[in-house]
């Protein structure tokens, strides 16, 4: 196990439902991240928070809505969700967000929204 | 923009042989690169980090980089069954993220 648990593991939501996904690492990192995983394509940067402060949005709809409390804790809120955004969701945390931080991430959480 | 490309594959491998995993990506100044690995449903695994110039073992697996050709690879030798996943390459471009390639699927023959 990596120290990045996520909860819940598997969702299914309608399209006008409101649900969050939940992070927590364990490693005492100081930077975390939301990716998205489709089929096909390569994994997809969302958000990224460094001491608790968002330093990256990568152009995601206002329908993801991201929440870091603490740097151990990292929240995606999700709101009017399309059938599209059916993904895996990954969470990862790294010790900082400089060049050689490894990023360790957590199982993830499958999302299919209908 | 910048890109990291990975065939796709499938590349199929006999056990007890060596696989080789390439990656290309398109910005002279990159700076670090990772290997990660993907078994189907789960989420990617780091298995290797390189930062500079020529070849890093760890086990099993040697990371290769040349910068002035721009490409990183990884060699998996004494190849398992349990080796059969998919491979991301994923390169930080010196703006504090990671560029992940779409993986490639290595399947190891018993």
């Known amino acids: 196990e990596t120290g990045v648990t996520q909860t819940p593991r598997h969702l299914v939501m309608g399209m006008t439902n409101k649900k969050s996904l939940k992070c927590e690492q364990h490693?005492?990192?100081?930077?975390m991240y939301w990716y998205k995983q489709s089929a096909k394509k390569p994994l997809e940067l969302m958000f990224v928070?460094?001491?608790?402060?968002?330093?990256e949005n990568n152009s995601v709809p206002s329908r993801f809505s991201p929440e870091c409390p603490n740097s151990s804790h990292l929240f995606l809120h999700l709101h009017t969700l399309q059938p599209e955004d059916s993904a895996l969701y990954l969470c990862?945390?790294?010790?900082?967000?400089?060049?050689?931080?490894?990023?360790?991430f957590g199982p993830g959480t499958r999302l299919t929204v209908t | 923009q910048k890109e990291v490309e990975q065939n796709s594959g499938p590349l199929s491998v006999p056990e007890g042989a060596i696989a080789s995993l390439n990656c290309t990506y398109s910005?002279?100044?990159?700076?670090?690169f990772f290997w990660y690995r993907q078994y189907s449903g789960k989420s990617p695994e780091l298995i290797m980090s390189?930062?500079?110039?020529g070849d890093k073992e760890d086990g099993r697996f040697t990371a290769q980089l040349n910068k002035a050709s721009q490409y990183v690879s990884l060699l998996i030798r004494d190849s398992q069954p349990s080796d059969s996943a998919t491979y991301l390459c994923?390169?930080?471009?010196?703006?504090?993220?990671?560029?992940f390639g779409t993986g490639t699927r290595l399947t190891i023959i018993p």
């Open positions: 910005d002279r100044v990159s700076q670090s």
């Open positions: 994923a390169v930080n471009f010196g703006n504090e993220k990671l560029t």
């Open positions: 390189i930062y500079s110039n």
């Open positions: 990862a945390s790294s010790p900082g967000t400089g060049l050689s931080y490894e990023q360790y």
């Open positions: 928070y460094n001491f608790k402060e968002q330093t």
């Open positions: 490693l005492g990192h100081n930077a």
